[in-house]
């Protein structure tokens, strides 16, 4: 009811959704690049949570790895030469210190979420830092292994949307300017058996995909699953969340997706590839 108050008088101007890569340092991969291969972004975890930023990082991160690129090409290294040096200036970046600094932070919500509010509002004291740093540094489980069977569950019952502060999906879609060419392959599909992931979502989890999907990308028709790719907004949550991890998403053709103009959303990790890109191309230039 607080936040109610507080939004209700509002105007809605746009619709979005993404995942965010939220584990922090201690979820970083151990090594962001291997032979042929540089993960930069939000793909290699540089979201700092505590500050819900992760553009200026992946731009670093970006324009880190197409320095030393350049510089490798110039010196004609191997590519094992490449990602060692990639790997270790990374460590040395401000990238890896910022996150260093905001370590406990991620933890503190597999804890308690009021718990995370307090110490969060206690911004970065020496005594907030050395109690986050006693948190579990890693989550024990994935984030499908932690979703609850629906028998074990409180079924939601959800109010008749308002248009004040709920409103219907199919609207929101319209505001978040999502296309996708119409006769264009399925950018979903599902890892296996895709009939024995439809018994077990409808028996264990009572067709879990319809509820976490916030654009009815997702919808059972006489107990198959049917994909509505056309409605996706690249949130990436049915990787994550549908058991066993078994939907996997694949880039769109085109230039498929949402199209967000009034709302302040980056693709971290799309940013950092176009910053890569660019920085190589003007190097490579200027080299010739």
Not at 32 to 43: E, F, N, Q
């Amino acid at each position: 009811k607080l936040i109610k108050s507080f939004i209700e008088k509002g105007e809605r101007v746009c619709y979005g959704a993404r995942v965010l890569e939220e584990g922090g340092f201690h979820s970083l991969l151990t090594k962001s690049a291997i032979p042929g291969l540089v993960i930069i972004g939000s793909s290699a975890g540089y979201l700092n949570l505590y500050k819900m930023k992760g553009v200026h990082n992946a731009i670093r991160s970006g324009k880190l790895a197409g320095e030393i690129i350049f510089q490798a090409l110039q010196k004609e290294s191997t590519q094992s030469q490449i990602h060692d040096i990639y790997n270790e200036a990374i460590k040395n970046s401000s990238v890896y210190e910022e996150l260093y600094q905001t370590r406990g932070y991620p933890s503190s919500f597999h804890v308690h979420n009021y718990l995370a509010y307090i110490w969060s509002s206690l911004a970065f004291s020496n005594t907030t830092k050395k109690l986050l740093n006693m948190l579990p540094r890693k989550r024990t489980r994935s984030c499908c292994n932690s979703t609850k069977p629906s028998q074990n569950s409180k079924k939601l019952v959800y109010t008749p949307h308002d248009n004040k502060t709920s409103f219907d999906i199919d609207k929101s879609l319209a505001l978040s300017g999502v296309h996708h060419e119409y006769d264009q392959p399925c950018h979903l599909h599902v890892a296996g058996d895709k009939k024995e992931y439809e018994t077990k979502s409808i028996s264990t989890y009572d067709k879990i995909e319809e509820r976490f999907c916030p654009a009815k990308v997702f919808e059972y028709v006489n107990g198959e699953l049917k994909f509505n790719a056309q409605n996706c907004l690249h949130c990436k949550t049915c990787t994550i969340k549908s058991h066993d991890e078994r939907v996997q998403w694949t880039p769109p053709e085109g230039n498929g997706g949402p199209k967000y103009t009034n709302m302040s959303v980056s693709y971290t990790h799309l940013r950092a590839h176009e910053t890569l890109r660019y920085l190589v191309c003007r190097l490579l230039l200027e080299k010739k």
